[in-house]
């Protein structure tokens, strides 16, 4: 019961995603060949608003649930992490069709080869966790 709220919403954007159609494997193509701005307009109204929410938890010193303060790190001389990063998510967006976010939405859907994905995403995790720490952050 604890987490029913956490639930509540995860199933509000798996549906979400799904009518919207960000987890179609055709729409994400038609992004990658730049034939369609329907994802463009979506991944780019979730930039804004990250955006505009960040500036409110900011300047109105938003708490978490707990009571915590929300802390935001500086992060001006880390840039080439993200880059390089932003790479190689790119590149198993691409070659997968699916973002990780709408992994198990897929799965859901009835898209059993998403299990794959799901399975090497985990290995994937469990691999950058066991050589974290001899990598530079």
């Known amino acids: ?26 729409r994400i193509y038609e992004m990658f060949r730049f034939e369609s701005f329907h994802m463009y307009g979506i991944i780019g109204s979730a930039v804004v608003l990250g955006i505009v929410f960040t500036w409110f938890i900011k300047k109105n010193r938003i ?7 929300i802390m935001f790190a500086n992060k001006d001389k880390t840039w080439p992490r993200y880059i390089i990063g932003g790479i190689i998510f790119g590149l198993g967006w691409a070659m997968t ?6 992994m198990f939405t897929l799965l859901g859907a009835g898209f059993l080869i998403m299990f ?7 290995i994937g995790t469990w691999v950058y966790g066991a050589v974290r720490n001899r990598i530079p952050h």
């Open 97 to 102: 069709g699916a973002c990780p976010g709408p």
């Open 63 to 69: 708490r978490d649930m707990y009571g915590n303060d």
């Open 1 to 26: 019961m604890k987490y029913l709220k956490f639930i509540l919403v995860g199933m509000f954007f798996g549906i979400m995603f799904v009518k919207t159609e960000v987890v179609s494997w055709f």
């Open 116 to 122: 794959v994905v799901i399975v090497f995403a985990i």
